[in-house]
Structures are given as C-alpha cells and as structure tokens.
C-alpha cells in the first residue's frame, strides 16, 4: 500500500504565505496531484508533477522531490475563500496493479483568518 | 464543455436497502471512477471503469457493484446498505491516456443511511 501524511490542520492570516507539505512512500511513482476541496463540496483540481521542481500558477505553486518522497503546495497572498481542505493525492502504478488511479491522502484543513 | 454531473444530490436510506446512484462524465472522457469520503478523510477509491469494463477495484466489498453505458456515463449500486455507508460518494472522471488522466470531480451525493 501507500503511506501519505498530510499536516491535519494549518492556521494563517490573509495576505501571507503558506506551505502545506505532503510526504508519500511509494515503489512506482506516477504523478502527485494536490486539489482544494470547500467544505460539502467536489474536489477541483490544482497541480499536478511527475518531475521534480516547481510548477507555478497563479498565485498557487506545487513543488515535487521524488528522491524524498516530498511534495509541497504553495499558497501566495491568501484570501478568505482560501479557507479549504487541501489533498495530495499520488498514483503509484505498482499499488493499483498497473492502473492510473490515485491514493488520496487525508487532507489539510487550512483555516485563513483576517 | 460540460463538466461532471450526479444525481441525486442527497438521499436517506434505512439499513438494508438498495441504492443507485448516476454520473455522468465530462465532454471527451472516457473513464470514470467511484470515490467514498467519510466526514474528515480523504476520497477513498471504489473502482474505475473504463470502455463499460471495470478498470481496477479498491477494498471495498462485493456489495458495491457499478456500471458504465456507452456514452461514459455510470452507475453505483450498493446493496444491503449498513450505516457506515453514510458519506459524500463522489464521481470523477479522465482521459486515459492522455498523459496525466487527472481526475475531474462531480458535486458528490451525500447518502444517509439510517
């Protein structure tokens, strides 16, 4: 199986930065997703890697180092509607029998406040 | 573009009971993917169907059976239903073969199971 760890729970006022880190144990790395789900709502989604380094959008950047197993979501200039949950989500081609399906992690509850 | 639809929105059922449950998948899809999400926890992966076949399975019992038609769109059943069944059941969909096959979500059906 997959182990993906999240933070559970991140605090941060609007304006600033924050940095919202996923770790993954995997043996057939295929792609790290992050999407941003509103509480009672679908996931929509973000960024996607499959190579190390940054890929920046907008005010959003995912950065990816698959020798460590690391990733990490990138939020600029935080607004109120930034208040979500965050998934990282990884596709591991060995865990699903060689099938293009992600392993989602818990999520990270970010909670931006004035 | 149309994007992923689910039908219904929310539904009770008591214990015991059958239940369908409808997606249909985005403009130039043609796979589709069953998620649970329990309050608090990530997606949790049912199975996938592809070209009306079943495209790989999570753990989940025999109870949950799906289906996908000819224009992409599916079906999850689930039979017996149990209280622990209660949870957002979100449908996404892909491209596989596209490169990324990243998923899209629908709006979910939250089912209540009493």
């Known amino acids: 199986g997959q182990n993906i760890d999240q933070p559970t729970e991140m605090t941060a006022t609007e304006g600033a930065i924050v940095q919202i880190n996923c770790t993954y144990q995997?043996?057939?790395?295929?792609?790290l997703f992050w999407y941003q789900q509103h509480a009672g709502e679908a996931p929509t989604f973000l960024s996607y890697n499959v190579l190390d380094g940054l890929e920046e959008k907008g005010r959003f950047s995912s950065f990816l180092s698959r020798s460590k197993g690391y990733s990490y979501l990138l939020l600029k200039e935080l607004q109120m509607k930034d208040s979500a949950s965050y998934l990282c989500a990884v596709r591991d081609l060995h865990a699903s029998g060689g099938s293009y399906i992600p392993t989602f992690g818990r999520g990270t509850s970010l909670i931006v406040h004035p | 573009e149309t994007g992923v639809t689910q039908s219904p929105t929310h539904l009770i059922k008591t214990r015991g009971q059958q239940v369908t449950l409808r997606c249909s998948s985005q403009?130039?899809?043609?796979?589709v993917s069953w998620y649970q999400q329990a309050l608090g926890q990530g997606p949790q992966f049912i199975f996938q169907?592809?070209?009306?076949?079943?495209?790989g399975r999570g753990n989940f019992p025999p109870r949950f059976s799906g289906l996908q038609f000819p224009n992409y769109s599916s079906e999850l059943n689930v039979n017996a239903l149990e209280l622990d069944d209660s949870a957002l059941y979100l449908c996404?969909?892909?491209?596989?073969?596209?490169?990324?096959?990243?998923?899209?979500f629908g709006p979910g059906t939250r089912l209540t199971v009493l």
């Open positions: 995997t043996s057939g790395f295929n792609g």
């Open positions: 169907y592809y070209r009306e076949e079943e495209n």
């Open positions: 996404a969909s892909s491209s596989l073969g596209d490169g990324t096959d990243t998923q899209y």
């Open positions: 403009s130039g899809h043609n796979t």
